[in-house]
C-alpha cells in the first residue's frame, strides 16, 4: 500500500463565511458557546481583535482568538473540532498566536481557563504560560473557577528558545506526517464540552 502524503493545514484569518463552521465547534465543544453574531461583531468592528481558523483541505477543524490591547495579549477563545483533537492542530494555533503577538509588540500573552480543563492548562503550560492567580466563580453555568495564567515576557530569551524548539518540533512531525495528518478515528473518545466565559465584546475578563 501506498502511504499518503500528510495533509497541510493552514492557518488564515476567520471570515464571517467561517462563521457555520465555528459555531459547530463551538457547540461541540463549550457548555455555553458563544453565538454567531459575538464572532460577526468581533470580526466587522473589533480592531483589537485577531481571529484565525485552521483549515485541513477545506475543512475548518480549529479556531483561535486573541484581543492585543496596549502591551498585553489576551487568547479569547480557542478550541479544536473533537475529531482533530491531539494532532497538534491546538499546537499549531497558538504558535501562530504567539508569533502575531510579538509581531504587535505585546509584551505578554494572557487567558483565562477552567481549572478542571487539564487539556488545555496542559498545552498553555507547554507553551510557557504559567499560573499567575484565580478568578473565582468565573464560569456563568457552574461557577467553577477560572485560572489565570501568563507568559513570561514574549521576547525573552528564554521564551524564545521555548517557542523556537516547539517550532522545530512541530516542523519535524509535520514532516514525518504525524502532525495534523489525520482526523482522530470514529468512536475515539472527544474532550468533554467546556463553558465559554463571556462572548467577544464583553471584554476579556468579569
Ligand atoms: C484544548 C484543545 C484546544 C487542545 O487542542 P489539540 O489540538 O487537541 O491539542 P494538541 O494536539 O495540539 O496538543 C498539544 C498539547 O496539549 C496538551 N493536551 C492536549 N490535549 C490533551 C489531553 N486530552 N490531555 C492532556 N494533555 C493534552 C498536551 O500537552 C499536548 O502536548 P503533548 O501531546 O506533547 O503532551 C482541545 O482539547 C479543545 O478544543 N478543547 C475544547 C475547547 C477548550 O477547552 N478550549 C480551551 C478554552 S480555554
Do not use: C
Not at 12 to 35: G, H, K, N, Q
Not at 136 to 145: G, I, L, M, Q, V
Not at 174 to 182: E, I, K, L, V
Amino acid at each position: 500500500m501506498v502511504a499518503r502524503p500528510p495533509l497541510r493545514l493552514r492557518i488564515e484569518a476567520m471570515r464571517l463565511t467561517d462563521l457555520p463552521a465555528v459555531y459547530a465547534i463551538e457547540l461541540a465543544s463549550f457548555t455555553t458557546p458563544w453565538p454567531p453574531h459575538a464572532y460577526r461583531s468581533e470580526l466587522e468592528t473589533n480592531r483589537m481583535a485577531t481571529y484565525l481558523v485552521v483549515r485541513a483541505a477545506d475543512e475548518l477543524v480549529g479556531y483561535a482568538g486573541m484581543w492585543v490591547m496596549v502591551d498585553e495579549a489576551h487568547i479569547t477563545t480557542f478550541a479544536v473540532h473533537p475529531a482533530w483533537r491531539r494532532r497538534r492542530v491546538g499546537e499549531r494555533l497558538l504558535l501562530a498566536l504567539l508569533d502575531l503577538a510579538l509581531e504587535r509588540r505585546a509584551r505578554e500573552a494572557t487567558l483565562e481557563v477552567r481549572l478542571s480543563n487539564l487539556p488545555a492548562r496542559r498545552l498553555y503550560e507547554k507553551y510557557g504560560f504559567r499560573p499567575v492567580g484565580i478568578r473565582p466563580n468565573y464560569y456563568s453555568d457552574d461557577r467553577e473557577d477560572a485560572l489565570i495564567m501568563t507568559t513570561e515576557t514574549l521576547d525573552s530569551a528564554r521564551m524564545a528558545e521555548r517557542i523556537e524548539r516547539l517550532r522545530a518540533e512541530l516542523a519535524t512531525l509535520q514532516a514525518h506526517g504525524t502532525a495534523g495528518s489525520q482526523p482522530v478515528r470514529a468512536g475515539d473518545e472527544p474532550d468533554r464540552p467546556r463553558d465559554q466565559p463571556h462572548p467577544p465584546g464583553a471584554g476579556p475578563g468579569p
